[in-house]
């Protein structure tokens, strides 16, 4: 039993609503000593400072020339080859990665249709992070 059914106050169940704290659909009229209140869920991440939990920590097992599937920002996966490492500067933000060109004309054509400005036929340098590789084709 819980402390208001001792105590002789009329207890009334509260609905999903009320109890997370919506104030339009909340009723006015509770047992006295009854407090509402806001559920907050948080994530937890980890400690370390800079570090992601969907980030994976990266071996060095790519190299120049090398055909990768990755994700993008638009939604799909698409192969592009690596032409030079990028590494992030001592005195300045940024990441490390790699500047690669698409190879396909199809995978494009699947970015245009997610919105992605490229041109029809084109095979554009992108720069791919370190974290949006997947995995070595071929």
Known sequence: MSLLELSGQPVRPYSYREHTGNARLAVKNQPIGVKRH???HRVVTP????SSPAAPAIDMKYKVGDVV???S???PKVRVRLKERILKPKDFWGADGWDAQIIYKKDVDILRKNGVPYKK???PL???FDWQ???RKR
Do not use: P
């Open 133 to 135: 590789m997947i995995k």
């Open 121 to 123: 036929g084109a095979k």
């Open 38 to 40: 806001r559920q907050v």
């Open 47 to 50: 400690a370390a400072a800079g």
């Open 126 to 128: 992108v720069f791919v």
């Open 69 to 71: 599937l990755v994700e």
């Open 73 to 75: 920002f638009a939604g």
